[in-house]
């Protein structure tokens, strides 16, 4: 029977080759549904990504794995020390399954054995670009490593480092690789994709015979260059932002922008080391509209920080009123090891917090909803992800794959995954768009 919401839990040890595979471990899962749990007792079942690189390393990795077992009890092994079986099976050998580095299918099947998937990813392998984790007709292009912020929820940076940029020419070859074997969509990931470039003082490289500089506005002009759609995520709300909002107005990008706003009181994102005025927020919000009416705006927000007062709550409420964003998710704060967060004093209790969530979503439920509505009768172009029995699933630019919703076409049977269309919306729930072929 499979568990509806599998939960998994990650351990990741060593260095940041390893952190490359962590991260791929976690997209792909994420991508078929998983949903990745902080704790041991909250996950169904728990990877260890291991180091083997001295002595120390491996008796890290095998006390890792051997508290997993006894927190957890199911436990997948992947990375360095994996290529050491024998000696991880003599230590354990209730281990469900070992892996070595880079082996992300084999993790992958590990778990589908362990928690069948939630749905289908349709996993695909691109021949020239490399194991690609995503559907053939999306592909996810990291830009950087690391972050300079220090926000105090965080331990990414101290896992991770500062920020490093690959260099511009190296991310758009790629991006031309992948638009070239097929893929339709790039989705342009990092932890922090507004800083892009700032650690190579945004070094100067030649792409197609032209000067681009490592930065984000650059590579959004590149990127637009390659007749895909190409897609914003990990926005930090720096001021030049503002300046990729022009090429989202202009169709070169799609006007979608990923911005963890975080919260909405200015004392809160002090205490998070987070862009603090607020008013200017809402100010470039409905500026960047005015430039862009179809500008998708996603976002993430913490909610039960600690130390938020009712009062700052209600402060969120009203930012969420005001701003109109399309899309939100929301957390109820949970202290991640290590994090500067967890010394804070007044912690918001777990019932409160959890009624905050609850509010905060009603809220901005009725406003997605709102939104959506507004969107019948109009014609928008669409890219399909999959067709089934009841017809095809979509996407329109306003929506991100796994995160945000879908447009559900009643009559694209005859439609193939990786395709773009016209179509008409003629109905809108909570989150998903219907419609009809244009
Ligand atoms: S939350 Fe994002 S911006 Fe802040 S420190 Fe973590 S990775 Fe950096």
Request: glycine residues 8%.
């Amino acid at each position: 029977m499979p568990i509806p919401n599998p939960k998994v839990g990650f351990v990741s040890l060593g260095c940041p080759k390893a952190l490359v595979d962590s991260e791929r471990i976690l997209t792909q899962l994420q991508a078929e549904g998983y949903e990745i749990v902080p704790r041991y007792d909250k996950a169904n079942a728990v990877i260890v990504n291991t180091c083997g690189f001295i002595d120390a390393a491996v008796q890290e990795s095998l006390d890792a794995i051997g508290e997993a077992l006894h927190e957890n009890g199911k436990v997948i092994v992947t990375g360095c020390l994996g290529k050491r079986d024998a000696l991880i099976r003599e230590a354990y050998p209730e281990v469900l399954a070992i892996t070595g580095p880079q082996d992300y299918a084999n993790v992958m099947g590990a778990v589908h054995a362990a928690l069948p998937k939630p749905h289908d990813p349709f996993v695909d392998l691109v021949p020239d670009t490399g194991i690609k984790l995503t559907p053939k007709h999306y592909a996810y292009l990291k830009i950087s490593e690391g972050c300079n912020h220090r926000c105090t929820f965080c331990i990414i940076p101290s896992m991770r480092g500062n920020l490093v940029s690959r260099p511009i020419d190296e991310v758009l070859i790629e991006a031309e690789k992948l638009v070239r074997s097929g893929v339709k969509e790039l989705l342009v990931i990092s932890q922090d994709t507004s800083a892009y470039g700032v650690d190579v003082r945004y070094a100067e490289r030649a792409w197609r015979g032209a000067a681009y500089q490592t930065r984000m506005t650059d590579l959004c002009r590149g990127l637009g260059e390659l007749g895909a759609w190409v897609r914003l995520h990990y926005v930090y709300p720096y001021p030049h932002v503002d300046e990729v909002i022009p090429l989202m107005a202009e169709g070169r990008i799609l006007p979608y922008l990923d911005i963890p706003f975080q919260h909405a009181s200015p004392r809160i994102l002090k205490l998070m080391k987070r862009p603090g005025n607020i008013d200017k927020t809402l100010e470039r919000i409905h500026a960047w509209r005015k430039a862009c009416p179809d500008l998708t705006i996603r976002s993430t927000f913490i909610v039960g920080f600690p130390g938020e007062t009712d009062a700052e709550f209600e402060e969120l409420l009203d930012f969420l009123h005001e701003a109109q964003l399309d899309r939100v998710g929301a957390f109820a704060y949970s202290p991640v090891g290590g994090a500067k967060a967890n010394a804070l004093p007044d912690p918001v209790p777990d019932e409160l917090k959890e009624d905050r969530l609850e509010r905060f979503m009603a809220v901005q439920a009725e406003i997605s909803a709102a939104k959506l509505q507004k969107k019948i009768g109009r014609t928008l172009k669409i890219l399909v992800d999959e067709v089934g029995a009841n017809g095809a699933i979509a996407r329109s630019m306003a929506d991100a794959p796994e995160i945000d919703g879908v447009v559900r076409i009643t009559d694209g049977l005859a439609l193939k995954s990786g395709q773009f269309v016209q179509v008409h919306v003629m109905g809108a729930g909570a989150h998903d768009l219907e419609a009809v072929l244009a």
